[in-house]
Nanobody, 125 residues
Framework: QVQLVESGGGLVQAGDSLRLSCAASGRTISSYNMGWFRQAPGQEREFVAAITWNSGSTYYADSVKGRFTISRDNAKNTVYLQMNSLKPEDTAAYYC??????????????????WGQGTQVTVSS
């Protein structure tokens, strides 16, 4: 089992930056591909970014490409999401998720095995 805990959310203004962290426990994340997803009220959970187990590849949703950066520190068992130039439409609960690396990366929430409880990001205009 992998336990994931997100932190770093908050209320910011449009154009500001935030860095989300996802701390894992229970198992090392070095054998997991990791992803960030978000969910706004009344909407489905959507893919934001993903990173392979060795940071060899990263993937982004078109809506965040060029503004968000996913990274990981396997020694710290932590994954990060640096969010710059935030927009009101980025407002959502943000979740990190883990998927065993042998299955590859994915943008589908259903293909991730472990989830955190989320951290709220609110961007005011």
């Amino acid at each position: 089992q992998v336990q994931l805990v997100e932190s770093g959310g908050g209320l910011v203004q449009a154009g500001d930056s935030l860095r989300l962290s996802c701390a894992a426990s229970g198992r090392t994340i070095s054998s997991y591909n990791m992803g960030w997803f978000r969910q706004a009220p009344g909407q489905e959970r959507e893919f934001v970014a993903a990173i392979t187990w060795n940071s060899g590849s990263t993937y982004y949703a078109d809506s965040v490409k060029g503004r968000f950066t996913i990274s990981r520190d396997n020694a710290k068992n932590t994954v990060y999401l640096q969010m710059n130039s935030l927009k009101p439409e980025d407002t959502a609960a943000y979740y990190c998720a883990a998927r065993q690396y042998i299955f590859g990366s994915s943008s589908r929430p259903s293909e991730y095995n472990y989830w955190g409880q989320g951290t709220q990001v609110t961007v005011s205009s």
